[in-house]
């Protein structure tokens, strides 16, 4: 089973990169929520492929045909469901692929999996493409959780080796938020972003790829959210943000770097302004025993650089089972990361309206 | 919700620190199955308590009384249900901290999420003794694993500072996981180990503690197993993972450090020898769109250092709204990466169980 | 949440009456399953209204929209989703039930449960008409099925105080299944049901309508499927079967009669015949402690009549808080039970193919 | 998977007839929720073995062990676990059984299902026994609904061919429901009751055994609870209370009889009365869409005779395959109806609190 998360919504993505259409159900939503399509759009088109030279060349208009669960504007209590065409797709670049599976893609673990019956087509549903529902079920879920004060952003933290500024993460706020989103390199410090933007055309001109990471932040949760054990908000956001195509680590507060201090370094000491109780430092990254504290979550997913890259590399012919040399066609993402910001947003969305309605 | 992981097998951990006793339900678990009782009581032992002087003083036999499931030794298809008795409480010690949360532990938010009516003795069912039924369910799975030719294995990769040797992602061997094990402080290079120990000694003489980093390795899955999006290998290990607590972090593969590399270093060439497809290197950490390659699965996780330190610390006294200052009494452990050890592998064993019947 | 079914493979049903288009994701269903379109068709035609006098005079096509997890008519392990467009509606006709709420229909219950915001037109998604996804999922499990020598049949018990003829609980076979399929009203014995054709236009006739009992039987299933406790076999068709709207009453073997029985008359001998063991009688309904026995699963379903009928009936205005008399317009089927036949196949099929898979 | 009920509180049951224990872990109850021991030892009472001579002669004092979950009587948050121990168990009675099943018991189902391993003494985790830790968590979902003002209560419908008198679907009220459960045979009408009892000893005697209809009432349960399709009320009552063995039938409100009546007849008409609005009658039990009207839910489950007889009955011996004569040992109930009312009760409490938490 892959295409379902959660319990008190169920989000359900079905489609493949090439198949008619790919799309998403939302169960359990309550009725009467007024739903801002236009922003839905805004959202998605911050994810949506061919906008720049640093993006793949498809061509998709990425806009969700809603075709259930919210009449007039206003949801209805039904599961939502929404549509995505697949409008510009060229699955003969991709005949090659089914004998020769492009290291570090999916490709060769489908195979597997699927005795070969899996669709090649664009990375079938292992695509990033799959992250659209994903980003419109987050929009979705962002409007519910607005209307309750939490706010959710996320921006590059690193790409390749270029570092970024990150969140403050004691005083972050809707502001800085809401700054970053706005551009098109969704970096706190622009002269970070331009970096990164030299960095991926370089990887381009190359024919290779950069990875990166993207750091989170929600705020406005209150205390108290979450679970011990099996079911606290590092394990509900982890096992959403996994779904993202190309994350392979997470860490939440200080994570690795936490690892490294001493506890008397790493512990957040309480204090009481004003009636609120807050920490002085934030290494706990909101969560204590898998609960909110009250203070910002903060989380960063590190993804790999994309596995699809123009350079020659090796392989197996799996027909033949021979090794080959592959060089990979098709129009690719020399880096995905920026892409990718609004997936992160989308998929902590979900999961904490999981947790809070 | 909190104590339910799994999907075609389902653990149920239950119990609190100071409760008269904890211990878990496993159900799904396929009849006629040999169990070897002492080999589970081994594996327990590991993460056992009151060992040596860079563990808590609190002694526990962590002996599990099976008391379903099991007849004569072999699983009979109803659930296994084990309990370990809580014996050597001293609830007394934790009076004071239901007004005085400590920094970093779960205190605050289980009181905000319980209504000052969760269990603070011992830290309730936050406490890391939730880990002891795990261990036993663990090492269950592990001899499920075990007769499919499935071998789970971790050690310390880092305390505090002290970086310890890593697996070798590609060629790691059963061998190589039963030597570190069999190890009071299990790491590959016993230098390493005395450094670390050297470290906890000296954090603990000054009323401090340390974190660290585990790293785990599974071999001899098949390719094949797990699926795209929410239920990846990633996405499984992930959750159950951030079950243990003081995790804060995981990665697979070349994980965090593999964001900062390019495509063509981080991929991971196919080849095949004597018939069988491997990959040159392992950066992807067997794990490709979330499904087995066939190459070891190698992943890390964070631990925060031990919050309940006994220097003073600055906290907030729930009852009056007042900073206090505060000193942590009772028995701690000044690190528990090295006992965290056994339960990581338990865990990933119960993940991988749930994939693979 | 309302639209999810199922542990190996999820059932996930969106739409209402009137939305743009109702449909299903079905996932976990494994790649490399012809599936014949055709007999998908046929099995949906067998339930889509509009055909005769004794159905409602709403006409659809009901022809499913494969958009994706099927590549050449073959699966590739995405997950399935069909769409099913909504053309006929006439959503004038339920203005006025918005305050007016329909005696023993959802009106009531759905507005009180979404606080006035559900789609009110047609029924929203408490509509007869989310049983067409519903046999779409059924019919592509039934092929499964098939493959695996299990077949699925079902026909109508009685309508009204009609009685029909019913299965030979112990010998049914897939000529007597096939048989009763290709009728235009489906019983064993057509005297029967040419007396429930009557009873069902004298209803009409009336402004009044009709119930009745469905009778299901699956054979080829083998001894050992199921689970005690929470997960046997009635436990899942029945979580199923209530799903359709209508159904008010289930009951597996000698069901209620069998409650008046002495356990010497209602025990089935065992037998075993050219080694195979078998039961002389079947009041058990091939279901032992919630697990097959190798014998026909047979089971009943009572549905109510249709609660949209013509005459004159009470209500309360829900604006004002004043009883009215009302007389429901629109097109509605003075009995759904002969349409209700494939439903419950499809129901049992999706039920079982989670539990066989 | 057998043993796991619930979505916002997960309830998963335990052991087997003759393992050392058997019990329940119930979790997600809030913190702070005082529970009354006494009283649940009081319902569980009702179920326990050993008091008559129309019940087995088994004796066991059924008294939880509450060992997590509860500190000073009040719930913390964390799982409930309670354990209740086998104390009266004669495994020897059950030898022969391995290889002879006895007809309509879950012997050969089980066996079918464990290639053989699984637990024979007692029935196993197929026994009736497995009600005793429902009862517990019943016992404690009853508390719960009742601070909310919905209460349940259950009563013999029938026995063998003794019917009694039903409750009054529209009025009944909290003191019909509590002055029929002081009783040692829960009717509404004595004499009834006196010609159940006299039916059970007259079959007792013959060697033979009956079953019975038991009808549940659930009142104070506002309207808008519950979901449509797959989650309603009659799926996760029929979903749960199917668990309890030997039933075989379920029907909500008029039911199967329900069927057979015309819309007009059946229907139920909205009335308002003193802002309240109310229907006249209830053959919708008190359920409309899957969706709770606010009037009782009202549900008729049916028993099957207990299989386990004195009488001689012909069998298959599963070592050699010949068919034999089998005469069962043992201590057995000649009728389980009337243990089994406090089982529906707490079955449809835990659905209940389920969808209500």
């Known amino acids: 089973m892959s295409c379902n998360f959660g319990s008190k919504i169920k989000l359900t993505i079905f489609g493949q990169s090439h198949s008619q259409a790919i799309g998403c159900v939302l169960d359990g939503v309550p009725?009467?929520?007024?739903?801002d399509l236009e922003r839905i759009e805004a959202f998605m088109a911050r994810r949506a492929p061919g906008k720049n030279k640093i993006s793949t060349a498809r061509k998709e208009a990425d806009k969700p045909n809603i075709?259930?669960?919210?009449?007039?504007?206003?949801?209805c209590g039904a599961p939502i469901c929404a549509i995505i065409e697949n409008s510009d797709t060229r699955s003969a670049d991709y005949d090659k692929l089914r004998a020769l599976p492009r290291p570090s893609h999916s490709d060769y673990a489908a195979f597997m999996k699927h005795n070969g019956f899996n669709d090649i087509r664009g990375g079938g549903n292992f695509s990033g493409r799959m992250t659209a529902p994903l980003c419109f079920a987050g929009a979705v879920c962002i409007q519910i959780l607005e209307s309750k004060g939490i706010y959710i952003g996320a921006h590059i933290s690193s790409i390749g080796t270029v570092d970024g500024t990150k969140f403050d993460p004691v005083n972050v706020t809707k502001d800085n938020l809401d700054s970053v989103k706005s551009k098109e390199i969704p970096v706190i410090d622009d002269s970070n972003g331009q970096k990164m933007v030299a960095a991926i055309e370089a990887a381009r001109s190359e024919g290779d790829s950069l990875g990166g990471v993207v750091e989170c932040a929600i705020i406005g949760i209150p205390a108290g959210i979450g679970d011990p054990i099996f079911d606290g908000i590092e394990n509900r956001i982890s096992s959403i943000v996994f779904g993202i195509p190309a994350v392979k680590g997470i860490e939440f507060g200080s994570g690795f770097d936490g690892s490294r201090l001493k506890g008397s370094e790493n512990n957040d000491s309480f204090t009481c302004e004003n009636g609120e109780i807050r920490t002085l430092t934030n290494n706990h990254g909101g969560i204590l025993g898998g609960i909110t504290s009250g203070m910002p979550v903060i989380f960063r997913c590190a993804f790999k650089p994309t596995p699809s890259i123009a350079k020659e590399q090796q392989t197996v012919n799996l027909t033949t089972g021979k090794n080959e040399n592959l060089t990979v066609g098709g129009r690719h993402d020399p880096c995905i990361v920026h892409r990718a910001v609004p997936c992160v947003e989308a998929a902590?969305?979900?999961a904490i309206t999981d947790l809070i309605l």
């Open 67 to 75: 075709i259930s669960g919210i009449v007039d504007g206003v949801t």
């Open 348 to 350: 902590a969305a979900v």
């Open 31 to 35: 009725a009467g929520i007024k739903i």
